[in-house]
């Protein structure tokens, strides 16, 4: 349990601690020369991985070939499933190194809307507690324990435009209290993703394989207030743009490479003490912001750059069914240090899968190493016929 911080900076602390950033950023800084200045949003939960398929190839998911946690990643991957619907439900104890009760759940699904036009709907329901902290009045008196709290509700529809490109929209309700007790007044806000998503056979020798590319344009959306709108902070909207080809070694094995990059599209958080400086930054609106996020760090083009997420994975592939995953995420120190090396397997039956991931940092002092991950995905089909 911790104390409680001034409703200022409250939302600061929240979205460096969600995010694992918080440990360990004077460490980063003092290892380079260059400022530690990580892009600071409301609602940082939105960018934790859900699901362990994902997390495992190094926290990727915009490129990868469609399955049933799409929601969260590329929803116009949902058009191009066979399977006629699915659920997945998804569980990550977050930060446990550091304290319990931190996780992250999110129950998924999609259904195939059939017809001549290859289409679906999906939802998600995603929420992170963030444990149970301790609250003091300015006195220093404690005040009893208290449970924030963020959650997320959207919905999606995609639509194959052709037998290799699919389209899809999100919209999406997000909602966040800083002390779950009430008192404060809680944030939310409402956003929309346009993502797009394309498959095609490649011949390479005598092997069909398949190219895959992505992209996902996410939160796109209002910002988020939690005290009466006198200030307001962006939510994490995001440009992902990924690809990968899967290969078919011989009838039974086969082999996926992909690579994705990610960049918030938020507006360099002001550090100073620049009170003008500051209250324009909170006037920006999220559209503005997001022009403003292209060029707008304080290190010009280098910087920029140094905000990009990347994201390398493998996957092995045993006759469709037994599943081999190994990943590598980096972004920059200066923006977050996040440095790991990602690893999982997994399972997938006639009416499941289960997949597992696990997080080994490859820089000392991160509160994110050794994250484990479980994810489990049913299929509608395969169920009805087990059940007969």
Known sequence: MKRLIPKHKAVLQHSLLALGLLVGAERAAAQTTEVYRPVLTAMPSLQIAPDARSAALGDQGVA???DVYAQHWNPAKYAFLPERAGLSLGYTPWLSRLTSGIALMQLGGYYSLGGETAQAVGASL???ASGTQVRYDAQGNSLGDVRPNEYALDLSYSRALSRSFSLAVALRYMHSTLDGSGDQRAGSAFAADVAGYLQRDLRIGSSESLWTLGFNLSNIGTKMSFDDGLTSSFIPTKLSLGTGLSYPIDQVHSLALHIEASKLL??????????????RY????????IFRSLSDAPDGLK???HEVRWALGAEYSFD???????????LH??????QALTSGVGLRLKAFRLDASYLISTIKHNPLDQTFRLSLGLDYEGLRELLK
């Open 126 to 128: 995603r929420y992170f």
């Open 320 to 330: 469709q069914r037994f599943y081999v995953r190994l990943g590598y995420s980096y």
């Open 64 to 66: 990868t070939t469609p």
């Open 282 to 289: 909170y006037d920006t609106s999220s559209i503005a912001g």
């Open 303 to 305: 910087e920029e750059l």
């Open 333 to 338: 120190p200066t923006k977050g240090n996040l």
């Open 266 to 279: 938020v507006p360099s958080p002001i550090m100073g003490d620049d009170a003008a400086a500051r209250q």
